[in-house]
């Protein structure tokens, strides 16, 4: 396994030990193992799961049950929005079944990360810090946002590179009048042959 990956393994089986309850239901997804194809970073890493404990590894002998394949981003958003596992900027290769029963024990994992640092740090301190984590969080949120909006804007309005929603509307509106008119001009001269 990557030293990098290490602290991420060790701080994935410490959270799902606080949570005992998600903890045993991996015994169902014992010896299985999930492929993550991270987009962005051209980076595969395997989780398998073994006695409840998952080995996170940068390379594995077998083959995966299930390949995850997305930009960091949205894989980092299916701890708060399991659902998204499903939605189109994921790619699901392999066991959908294992994919539905990953998504459920996400959605029921309940880890109190604020407690968890508040025995580091104190009662007094946890509370700024975890404050200070969920500004960052939603000005992180709000900035990407934020961006894209206005490259997009950029892109349509000053350059002039994309066409607003508008424009897309009216030239497909065009196209189906013209594939009708095609249609009717290609049936008369089809009468007038015979």
Known sequence: MSTLLLPFELALNAALAQDPETQA?????DQRSIAINIKDFNQLITVNIVQQQLHITTHSEQAADLTITANALTLAKLGSQPDSLFSSDIDIHGDVQFAKQLRDLLDGFDFDWEAQLARITGDTLAYPIAHGIRQAASWVKN?????QQNTAEYLK???RILPAPSQ???????????R???DRLEAR???LLR
Do not use: G
């Not at 239901?25 to 997804?29: G, I, N, R, Y």
């Open 180 to 182: 009708a008119d095609f």
């Open 189 to 191: 001269l089809n009468r």
């Open 157 to 159: 309005e000053e350059i």
């Open 143 to 147: 900035t990407h946002q934020s961006m």
């Open 25 to 29: 239901k991996l015994d169902q997804f």
């Open 168 to 178: 897309i509307k009216d030239y497909m509106t065009d196209i189906d009048t013209l």
